[in-house]
């Protein structure tokens, strides 16, 4: 997402203006993290249908503002619009998402992949690459984005911590599919 404020004014536009106001008013101040929760709130509350790529753009911000493990749970519960969509969030909100070790190249060794976005169209996958903490948990924040080929043994590309945005329009225009008509 080249331009996070325009992303920001597109989710908010689909609650009621005065909520979606609230939204846009929290970008303005740098209350990201707030925002990102009224706008999930908004969304559930209202029953706003969203595509699936509206769903993984969501779940992108949060985790560029360190809110998508707080509202994974929620952004999947929003209502779905049943549309083709180019792209599906396909994390797990139980924890149990499928996990695979980082090979010894291309700076994963000793990191988890886990599954996040996928591309509906070719299957490439985009994860986020995590260290496995001292107690057995997964590091809080992501070490590196990844997006993977559809079988998700090769690693297509590899993108730094701070690149979430950039690792999902990666994603987002990097598909080899031809192009078709798609809700977004």
């Known amino acids: 997402?080249?331009?996070?404020?325009?992303?920001?004014?597109?989710?908010?536009?689909?609650?009621?203006?005065?909520?979606?106001?609230?939204?846009?008013d929290c970008w303005d101040i740098g209350e990201q993290e707030a925002g990102l929760g009224l706008l999930v709130s908004g969304l559930?509350?209202?029953?706003?249908?969203?595509?699936?790529t509206v769903r993984a753009e969501i779940s992108v911000l949060a985790e560029t503002w360190g809110e998508r493990e707080a509202l994974t749970p929620r952004i999947l519960q929003c209502r779905g619009d049943?549309?083709?969509?180019?792209?599906?969030?396909?994390?797990?909100?139980?924890?149990?998402?499928?996990?695979?070790t980082g090979g010894s190249g291309q700076d994963l060794a000793d990191l988890v992949l886990v599954p996040w976005i996928a591309c509906t169209r070719c299957g490439q996958a985009l994860m986020r690459a995590h260290v496995r903490e001292r107690w057995g948990e997964l590091s809080y924040l992501a070490?590196?984005?990844?997006?993977?080929?559809?079988?998700?043994?090769?690693?297509?590309?590899?993108?730094?911590a701070e690149s979430?945005?950039?690792?999902?329009?990666?994603?987002?225009n990097g598909c080899a599919c031809p192009q078709r008509s798609l809700t977004l």
Not at 154 to 160: G, K
């Open 44 to 52: 559930l509350l209202h029953q706003m249908p969203l595509s699936e």
């Open 164 to 172: 979430a945005g950039v690792a999902f329009t990666a994603l987002r």
């Open 82 to 100: 049943d549309a083709p969509t180019q792209l599906k969030l396909i994390e797990d909100s139980g924890g149990t998402a499928e996990e695979m």
């Open 1 to 24: 997402m080249t331009d996070d404020v325009v992303v920001w004014n597109r989710l908010a536009d689909l609650l009621p203006e005065v909520e979606a106001q609230e939204v846009r």
């Open 143 to 160: 070490r590196r984005y990844v997006i993977t080929s559809p079988d998700r043994a090769t690693v297509l590309l590899l993108f730094p």
